[in-house]
């Protein structure tokens, strides 16, 4: 517990309000070549407003700037469905490697083979862990894959003759599920669950309009859906294909592979599962998997590999296009790469094993003080509510205290199913010590909302700021400096 | 493992407390039908050394652009990036932090994007940009969502055929089903052609897209396409792909664009293979309701004291699911943060020299290849950093000839541009030398002996 100390804050102007005229903090070469200026009535005035700071004032403003984060680094980070592992250092040595951070994406492929093979040895990787034959790297993020997998599921029914316009979505599902599916054209039919997807809620939705259903495996409960293969079966039964959203992957390697099990599509998330960094919101990177029969409507250009030469394939024509320019976030792939050789199959199958004990723990240590609304046996993360907190105390204010005691929150209001949702995902490389701290503080705030609620009312009193007013920002929007 | 701190003493531990015998245990939930019944059948752990050495071996057979004389670009952009850029971001309270949803202790990530809004603002002459995108192509098809989603009913999109081939295909695949037209305006000289838009125009386009500079490298005159545009109630859509030319030329925003978009990666980020970059994405004050992805906003604590949070979220996924603005959740924070430094590190005067001297090097490269016997410069007017060039011989056994003296001598157009089968784009940057610059020019020369 981090709650004694009083650390220094210092304070930190914006860039704009430092900035002093002609002071300057670059280094340019000098021109080797006759200086040349377009022509006058296309040039524009100087930048108004546009710093002017040395190198040292940059310097300085950046690293007080980051005095007032917290990361995974910084402590204990139990946001629930982001699976905020630590990021192994050597990945960010290995993505800096001037062999890959330093080549452009036009050089001919023959030029590139390094990048290449790593792409295809990740492809093959993923496949291994996810059971899907066919994969696409080129996704920016989890919601772009879900954007694409959908895109490709809409393919294959029109490649079929079908014009299927619906997609169930359970009311359990992240936001960005209905919005992915929406932004393919398709209308969404949210279905009602108990904790757990039931195969008659399903079956009283399914029709021959349905193209998909998407589903989140372990659900944002961290329950497994224990009738997965079986919906599968129903929902392939009436033509229609499953989406698996892969955010929480984490629970399932080396224990039960998506792929294997009637799932038809999934994204993962490299920057949850596969430990790089969430960069205060990106970038991450969202491969998709497939099965066999979606494998010509992959994003184009794909990778083929010939003899140990590798190539990217343009000729596809019933690709779903492309999502971004290039090839992916090729310098998250680097990461997520030596992760895996890191690991190995077998560290991969602990570091499940190690999350669900983590996540369990958790749950042992604080049931009974929090409400727990679902007793099914819970994977890699806990659900608690806001339903044992008295004294007017709600999750946010929990949350806010939490910071006082050194800690990121866990993940709050999400999902939407459970009232005042506290979603605590620990992750597989937080020790037995942090986790014991940090039980110890929830149950110290627990006794608090019981005898001081003003304690957290008023939290955080140890952060930079205290409690923000939100509703002000959104009322008055102030977007940008002056 | 060094990424697992378990003992196993604290193992039998836990599960003491959880009330199971075993790790197996906790997996009760997941049916026997479902499990994988083998181990994964991966190679074993490696240790740091061993990874690194094979990683290495992997980066070594890549055409790095420290060691060939690179005159690519195409939408990536070969620039300097200063050690302090690399240096800050490595940080990792900032890269090591997730998005900022609890304000109070991400205060860091916050203010940087406030300012990275600003500048970019400031670049593109807009009143609102926000925290970023993936990229400059998935940017420009999320500008052209913002445009149907406000254009009312109007269905149609022109698209310059000058735009950056990328971008076009992912608007394409952005909207195949979202009930808009795709429409291409045809090309003269290397710029949109004017007369033609002019006619392509009217009520029913929600938005014309045009790039600047082009993807020839050519300065489009936005100024008259603004007028077309606005003529007939559309939104102009400005994409800048090689955002460096807007510290020198005239910002979309004065020139009458509604929405700026692009991408960033010339501000400090390396280039990776082409990824991550980051899109950048701003808009007059009346679409600002309609703008897709985060958004900080200034406001106060408590005791009245300066601070940012992610606002006007009621756009978004989370809260408005399948009626939101666009799916996306994240924005590119670390790329975000690069942008930012680098752009800081610059200000107001070395962003204006840095693109002099990209605007007089690639001049100079223009006119010595100009005089080449058998070599031509295809399009007149400005240009930056890139453009293009008719080769006397065919472009791929000429970029061939030129990697066999470690040159990377540009892009060929033949694919995307069928009507420019001896094409070869060009891109020159500060990182270009002149005795790089002459070093290509003789090596094209050579071909002609």
């Known amino acids: 517990m981090n709650t004694d100390g009083r650390g220094l804050v210092l304070d930190e102007k914006l860039l704009f309000e430092q900035s002093q005229p002609d002071r300057i903090g670059y280094s340019i070469s000098e021109l080797d070549v006759p200086s040349a200026t377009p022509q006058d009535n296309l040039l524009r005035d100087e930048i108004e407003g546009f710093p002017e700071l040395s190198e040292v004032d940059v310097v300085r403003h950046y690293t007080r700037l980051s005095s007032w984060n917290y990361g995974v680094d910084s402590g204990f980070y139990p946001l629930g469905s982001c699976t905020m592992k630590y990021n192994p250092k050597v990945n960010e040595a290995a993505a800096r490697l001037p062999g890959f951070a330093g080549i452009h994406p036009q050089t001919p492929e023959a030029l590139n083979q390094g990048a290449l093979e790593l792409m295809y040895q990740l492809q093959q990787a993923l496949g291994e862990v996810s059971g899907f034959p066919c994969l696409t790297l080129q996704p920016a993020a989890g919601a772009q894959g879900e954007f694409t997998g959908m895109l490709m599921i809409r393919a294959w029914h029109e490649a079929n003759g079908q014009k299927r ?215 890699h993360e806990v659900v608690f509510s806001e339903a044992a907190l008295g004294n007017g105390c709600h999750t946010l204010d929990v949350a806010k205290r939490l910071i006082d005691y050194g800690y990121h929150p866990p993940t709050i209001y999400f999902p939407l199913v459970v009232r005042g949702a506290l979603m605590i995902e620990p992750t597989e490389t937080e ?32 952060a930079r700021v205290r409690r923000l007013d939100e509703a002000a920002a959104a009322r008055k929007p102030k977007l940008r400096w002056m | 493992m060094r990424y697992l701190p378990h003992t196993d003493a604290e193992i039998q531990d836990m599960l003491g407390t959880i009330g199971v015998g075993s790790i197996d245990e906790l997996f009760s939930g997941i049916p026997q039908n479902c499990r994988l019944q083998r181990d994964l059948n991966l190679p074993a752990a490696k240790s740091e050394a061993e990874a690194m050495a094979l990683l290495g071996k992997l980066a070594a057979k890549n055409a790095c652009s420290d060691q060939w004389d690179t005159f690519l670009g195409g939408g990536a952009y070969n620039h300097f990036s200063p050690a302090v850029v690399d240096h800050l971001v490595s940080r990792s309270e900032f890269y090591t932090a997730y998005t900022p949803y609890q304000p109070e202790i991400s205060q860091g990530t916050l203010q940087a994007i406030f300012e990275f809004q600003t500048m970019i603002c400031q670049l593109t002459g807009m009143d609102v940009a926000n925290a970023s995108m993936y990229d400059g192509g998935s940017a420009c098809a999320e500008a052209v969502l913002l445009a149907v989603r406000t254009g009312r009913k109007r269905r149609r999109i022109l698209l310059s055929g000058a735009l950056n081939p990328q971008y076009r295909q992912t608007v394409a695949t952005y909207c195949q089903h979202l009930d808009v037209e795709l429409v291409q305006v045809p090309v003269a000289a290397g710029h949109t052609d004017l007369k033609a838009l002019e006619s392509m125009v009217d009520d029913n386009v929600a938005a014309v897209v045009v790039g600047y500079p082009n993807y020839f490298g050519q300065i489009e005159d936005l100024a008259a396409i603004a007028k077309l545009t606005g003529a007939a109630g559309a939104r102009l859509i400005a994409a800048v792909a090689e955002p460096l030319a807007l510290a020198l030329f005239k910002s979309p925003g004065e020139l009458g664009a509604d929405v700026v978009v692009g991408e960033g990666q010339s501000f400090g980020i390396p280039l990776s293979y082409g990824g991550p970059g980051i899109g950048f994405f701003a808009v007059k004050n009346r679409d600002m309701r309609a703008l897709p992805g985060r958004l900080v906003g200034e406001t106060v604590d408590l005791d009245g004291k300066r ?124 990182q270009n030398s002149r005795e790089q610059i002459d070093r290509l020019v003789n090596a094209l020369a050579g071909g002609q002996a």
């Open chain 2, 307 to 430: 601070g940012f949070v992610l606002t006007l979220a009621t756009r978004e996924q989370h809260i408005r699911r399948e009626k939101a603005t666009s799916n996306i959740c994240s924005n590119q924070g670390m790329c975000t943060l690069m942008v930012g430094i680098y752009l800081a590190l610059h200000g107001k005067q070395g962003l204006r020299k840095l693109a002099q001297v990209n605007y007089a090097k690639a001049a100079y490269a223009k006119a010595q290849i100009a005089a080449l016997t058998g070599f031509e410069i295809a399009f007149a007017g400005e240009h930056f950093n890139e453009f293009v060039v008719l080769c006397p011989e065919p472009v791929a056994a000429l970029k061939t000839r030129l990697e066999q003296e470690q040159i990377l001598g540009g892009i060929a157009l033949g694919r995307d541009f069928p009507e420019l089968p001896n094409g070869l784009l060009v891109c020159v940057t500060e």
């Open chain 1, 431 to 462: 020790s037995k010590q942090v986790i014991d701290e940090f039980c110890e503080a929830m149950l110290a705030i627990a006794r608090e909302a019981e005898q001081e609620p003003e304690k957290l009312h008023n939290a955080p009193t140890r």
């Open chain 1, 165 to 379: 316009h619906k997609v169930i979505i359970p009311d359990t599902a992240h936001g960005t599920n209905p919005a992915s599916a929406a932004l393919c054209g398709f209308e969404v039919v949210t279905v009602a669950t108990d904790g757990m997807l039931s195969k008659e809620a399903v079956a009283a939705v399914l029709d021959d309009e349905v193209a998909a259903l998407m589903v989140t495996n372990p659900n944002t409960l961290g329950l497994f859906e224990k009738d997965i293969r079986e919906i599968c079966e129903l929902v392939h039964a009436h033509g229609g294909l499953v989406y698996c959203d892969g955010a929480n992957l984490n629970a399932l390697m080396g224990i039960s592979r998506p792929g294997d099990i009637g799932i038809d599509v999934m994204h993962f998330n490299l920057h949850k599962t596969f430990s790089t960094p969430h960069g205060g919101g990106g970038p991450g990177a969202g491969p998709v998997g497939v099965v066999e029969k979606l494998e010509p409507f992959l994003p184009c250009p794909v990778i083929v590999e010939n003899q140990g030469q590798y190539a990217f394939d343009y000729e596809r024509p019933q690709s779903i296009g492309r999502v971004q320019s290039f090839y992916g976030h090729f310098g998250i792939l680097v990461r997520a790469y030596s992760y895996i050789l890191a690991m190995g199959g077998e560290g991969l199958k602990r570091a499940t094993q190690l999350a669900v004990l983590n996540a369990n723990y958790i749950r042992a240590r604080l049931e009974g003080v929090y409400d727990l609304p679902n007793p099914q046996r819970s994977l």
